[in-house]
């Protein structure tokens, strides 16, 4: 899951890119504490919070895929750029940086849905212990996450300079971003599960 490009890895490669390795790994740690957020809720109950107020749960829902559904069109729109395109922004302050990054994963509904759906099912009640398995296991996802993140931050700028001297891969990994991304965005504005099963 943590391959499969989202948000967060969009956000901290185009971090990378415009403002360098640095202002990419605040990034990342406000990605990682957005996981760590997500992970101490399931854990401590938003499932439940979810079922009692499904109105809530589809709120959470909506506003991902809003969310998605803006990341495809700058993706798709005429004139769209890739992640990997280099771009001059201006430099934003590390506080910034850090808040988009949280922002950016508090809204990413691949993460909402693996740790209320997907960690808890390799949760073992018969174990014991089941608040600490739920934490382990986030654990490990959130130090995988930040390792795969934290590579491409650092290799951010020479994929930049490869996919630059090639503008047709520029515009198919574009294409290809905004079409996933879109797809991803109408799945979950039409998905009708409900937060137990979702």
Known sequence: MV????????????????????????????????????????NLGLSAVFLVVPELYVAVKLAGAAYLGWLAWQALRPGGVSAFSPQDLAPDSNRRLFTMGLLTNLLNPKAAIMYLSLIPQFVDPKAGHVLLQGFVLGTIQILISLTVNGVLVLAAGSIAIFLTKRPSWLRIQRYVMGTVLGGLAVKLATDRSHPATA
């Open 3 to 42: 391959l499969t490009p989202g948000p967060n890895m969009m956000y901290v490669t185009s971090r990378s890119i415009t403002q360098g390795r640095r202002a990419g790994m605040v990034s990342l740690l406000g990605v990682a504490l957005g996981f760590m957020i997500y992970m101490s809720m399931a």
